[in-house]
């Protein structure tokens, strides 16, 4: 199985301000035939089911704000929110699906400083 | 625009079989790949599985002697069972769909429902 591993667990960030969170797997979500990267990340809200933010590692789903975006490639990726707002309190995860069984990261906890 | 709802037992016993319905509207089952997703409370996400347009079904290997997952095409509906099921088994339970077999994001999601494995 793959293995996806989020940094950190949990992070404070101030409003208006930078929040980086890194999911590195265990093998390559880099497919060689299209050079695209399976890998999307999920926002939870407490009481909520997971929304999907960004897919293709990069490609923003629609209507997500554009203070996130995703980067990486192969095995190692980040999600970004350039300016924190106060409705991004959530936790966020990593998924891919390069192959089945399809795996989550642990999870990143994201707080207001 | 695609709706989804989960439903079903809320408390089922140990050694018994969990049984899960996924009512889907605003779109046909049989267009697009269609997965089981678990979460214990206060922790992370488990794929259990999926049925796909055709009807083929993957599975988690870690579950994969006790889950079937079914459809209804003529009620749009999904099934999901799990037998032998333990306290280790409680969790929210939701399905989402994927768009396909290259497109395998979650999107959207059902609220999901919570199952306790408790005597």
């Known amino acids: 199985d793959f293995v996806m591993t989020q940094s950190p667990d949990s992070l404070a960030v101030s409003l208006g301000e930078r929040a980086t969170i890194n999911c590195k797997s265990s093998?390559?979500?880099?497919?060689?035939?299209?050079?695209?990267?399976?890998l999307a990340w999920y926002q939870q809200k407490p009481g909520q089911p997971p929304k999907l933010l960004v897919y293709w590692a990069s490609t923003r789903q629609s209507g997500v704000p554009d203070r996130f975006s995703g980067s990486g490639s192969g095995a190692d990726f980040t999600l970004t929110i350039s300016s924190l707002q106060a409705e991004d309190v959530a936790v966020y995860y990593c998924?891919?699906?390069?192959?089945?069984?399809?795996?989550f990261g642990q999870g990143t906890k994201l707080e207001i400083k | 625009q695609v709706q989804v709802q989960e439903s079903g037992p809320g408390l089922v016993k140990p050694s018994e079989t969990l049984s899960l319905t996924c009512s889907v509207s605003?779109?046909?089952?049989?267009?697009?790949?269609w997965n089981w997703i678990r979460q214990p409370p206060g922790k992370g996400l488990e794929w259990i599985g999926y049925i796909n347009n055709d009807g083929t079904t993957d599975y988690n290997p870690s579950l994969k002697s006790r889950v079937t997952i079914s459809r209804d095409t003529s009620k749009n509906q999904l099934s999901l069972t799990l037998s032998s099921v333990t306290a280790a088994d409680t969790a929210v339970y939701s399905c989402a769909r994927a768009l396909g077999f290259g497109e395998r994001w979650f999107d959207p999601w059902g609220q999901g429902t919570l199952v306790t494995v408790s005597s």
């Open positions: 093998q390559s979500l880099l497919y060689s035939s299209n050079n695209k990267n399976y």
């Open positions: 605003g779109g046909s089952i049989s267009s697009y790949y």
């Open positions: 998924k891919q699906y390069y192959r089945t069984p399809y795996t």
